[in-house]
């Protein structure tokens, strides 16, 4: 299938894909690349007498599967970042270990009415509706210039069917600049009494597998933690092809308008993010990391390094930070200087070590595919 | 745009409620136009996650002093009032497109609603030093609201309406419109939404109202200004500052947005604050 794509993108061959390319469009960019980042910019880290390994060998580089290897483990949230070039004025876009791209549907959409957002006790509440010019337009766009980033761009992917999803998908396959595609399953099905795909196990399998089927990039699907167990649907998505998890998109919630005559949101429900989630999403990241062996990037009120740490040591192998950059837009790129000293400072040789240390034993040890562990 | 350290210069409540700070932030002071606005960090990450904007009420290149003018809402608001002199806050900005003020324009109408004072308060200082005449017109609720005059240029004229009549004119401030519209080249207006959509509605008559001949070639045989461009709002007659609850303030998160008569949302954050009147639907953007 797709063989006529395969000639335009050769970064796509079975032997390209065994190398750990940082971004799948450029595979010349040799592996060792992010390893002497890290060296260059982590002063803190080389001032250290004390540190048993030097952080030249830091290996923060993070494989999400089908060659898709991040440079660094700290990517940042979908809706969070914009297209990447909002925030490139006080940010150094290509330091981070990915971008989620805002989330992008098949037809333009307006998004709901006013007010999206507010803040809520450590969090905030927003309700966008997805407002986005549609995936063509955004691959005119901005895909030439992701293509000359070096930080690998997830685009975000929703849809209100399943044969949305796989036409999205379809014109985002093979496009230069675009590194993998991250499904936001939290979107009610039309076709399906608008029930979500991602609270039913059988229709997040679906829509996964049909994706699956439409391309052979990348593909990370985004669990809704708005569930009464999320093992059977993160299995479903799972052995249905996805690459790799993120977890966990918002949780829903409302907020009341100054006055209390209705609620305070245009659109009444909204999606609440922020330090607030985060111990429902370790819970989500611990109950996924020991149903499947894939990778999971989780996401949920990443503030400072003591939650990446917390993150990995649940299961995940990577981490999002979303609302946090609306207050702190250099925190990401703080966060990879100091998960990088922090591991020289331990004497690890790799962030990768201290994925699942707080995993019930007798578990298997959680996926970091593409990497060795050390006994 | 740019992130800055600035320290708190002064902080005073000039009325109930309503306090003006006094920010040291040299870049800011000299790199920003009226209309343009800051992202401010709170000091409390863990408890409040966004920034609070500010429109830029005054700058001073020549002391690097910035000041913001706020009432105090709820807890982030309250948070800026316990600052003391010394402390430091986290300045994000400029941000946001400026007012636009036609170069021939020399009568500035600039009218304000309540906190829309600090929308367009600097933009007097601007129209001041550039030589133009200047009228405000300012309405509150009650005398007790009511901007001190002592806090504006001497050249402004300062017109004021009150909802209960303690002060001024008894009634809204668009009413005062119909008086200053054969006066003014140009109005620049914030404040409520209310408020704002009814001048909206006042200034699309006026060229009908006033008899102003269209000059030049028929509509259609020159060049047409694409709407929201920097070139069409100079010529519009009425901008307005537009507020919305905002989440990251750089065009990011899409959070802040205004419908456009045209259809597609437009960002507070990034095409505006400031938009002309015209580009705006004023009424049932999303039904």
Redesign the interface.
């Known amino acids: 299938m797709k063989a006529k794509r395969k000639v335009v993108t050769s970064g796509r061959s079975v032997g390209a894909s065994r190398q750990p390319t940082a971004r799948r469009s450029r595979p010349a960019i040799e592996p060792t690349r992010p390893r002497a980042r890290v060296e260059a910019r982590t002063p803190t880290a080389a001032a250290a007498p004390t540190v048993p390994i030097p952080p030249a060998s830091v290996d923060l580089s993070v494989d999400l599967g089908r060659g898709l290897v991040l440079p660094n483990p700290i990517l940042v949230a979908s ?4 297209y990447g070039t ?2 490139s ?2 940010v150094e876009v290509d330091r981070l270990g990915a971008i989620c791209c ?1 989330g992008t549907t098949l037809k333009a959409r ?10 809520t ?4 509440l ?1 309700s ?1 509706g997805l ?1 986005n010019p549609g995936v063509d337009a955004v691959i005119d766009k901005y895909a030439a210039t992701w293509a000359g980033w070096a930080v690998p761009v997830i685009v975000n992917v929703a849809g209100e069917s399943v044969g949305d999803y796989v036409e999205v998908t379809r014109r985002l396959d093979g496009v230069p600049g675009i590194a993998g595609i991250e499904l936001n399953i939290s979107c009610p099905n039309v076709g399906k009494g608008g029930l979500q795909f991602a609270i039913d196990a059988a229709a997040a399998a679906e829509v996964t597998a049909a994706v699956r089927r439409a391309t052979d990039l990348p593909l990370l699907v985004k669990l809704s933690p708005n569930v009464a167990d999320i093992r059977p649907i993160a299995r479903a998505i799972a052995d249905a092809g996805a690459d790799a998890l993120t977890a966990i998109n918002t949780l829903s919630g409302i907020a009341v308008g100054p006055t209390r005559q209705r609620p305070l949101l ?1 659109n009444i429900y909204g999606g609440l993010s ?2 607030a989630v985060k111990p429902v999403a370790l819970r989500i990241v611990y109950e996924a990391a020991q149903t499947v062996s894939i990778p999971i990037v989780a996401i949920g009120g990443v ?1 400072e390094l003591a939650d990446v740490l917390d993150f990995l040591a649940v299961g995940a192998v990577a981490v999002q930070v979303g ?8 925190l990401p790129v703080r966060l990879v200087d100091e998960l990088a000293a922090e591991c020289a400072a331990r004497g690890l040789a790799s962030h990768r070590d201290l994925v699942g240390t707080a995993l019930p034993k007798k578990a298997a040890a959680p996926s970091a595919k593409g990497v060795e562990y050390r006994p | ?3 800055a350290a600035a320290e708190l210069v002064e902080s005073r409540e000039i009325l109930p409620g309503q306090w003006i700070q006094a920010y040291h932030a040299p870049d800011l002071a000299s790199g920003s136009r009226a209309g343009q606005f800051v992202h401010v ?2 000091g409390d ?7 609070r904007p500010f429109s830029l009420n005054t700058t001073d290149a020549a002391t690097g002093i910035v000041t913001i003018h706020f009432r105090v809402v709820g807890r ?1 608001t309250d948070w800026f009032t316990r600052l003391r002199p010394g402390d430091e806050v ?1 300045l ?1 900005g400029p941000l946001g497109r400026p007012f636009e003020v036609d170069p021939r324009s020399q009568h500035v109408l600039l009218i304000a609603g309540g906190l829309g004072m600090a929308g367009v308060r600097m933009l007097a200082d601007e129209a001041i030093r550039d030589g133009r005449q200047v009228t405000l017109l300012f309405g509150a609720a009650s005398s007790r609201e009511v901007y001190p005059s002592s806090l504006l240029p001497d050249e402004v004229e300062y017109v004021v309406a009150t909802d209960d009549g303690s002060l001024g004119h008894h009634g809204y401030v668009t009413d005062l419109l119909p008086d200053y519209e054969a006066w003014a080249d140009q109005a620049f207006a914030c404040g409520p939404t209310g408020m704002l959509a009814a001048l909206a509605r006042l200034a699309a008559g006026r060229r009908q109202r006033l008899g102003v001949a269209t000059l030049g070639r028929k509509r259609g045989g020159g060049k047409q200004d694409p709407p929201g461009s920097t070139a069409a709002r100079r010529k519009a007659f009425l901008q307005v500052s537009m507020e ?16 456009a008569t045209s ?3 437009q960002r507070v954050c ?1 095409e505006g604050p400031v938009f002309a009147a015209e580009e705006l639907a004023w009424e049932g ?2 039904s």
């Open positions: 809706g969070t970042f914009g909002e925030y004025d006080v805002k307006i998004g709901n009415p006013t007010p999206r957002v507010t803040e006790p450590g969090g905030m927003n966008i407002q245009g922020g330090p503030t609302t946090a950059i609306f207050a702190d837009p250099t | 745009m740019r992130l960090r709170t990450l863990s408890g409040m996650v966004l920034r982030g986290d994000l919305q609850n905002m989440g990251c303030a750089v065009g990011a998160c899409l959070g802040c947005v205004v419908m259809g597609t949302p990034r953007a999303w």
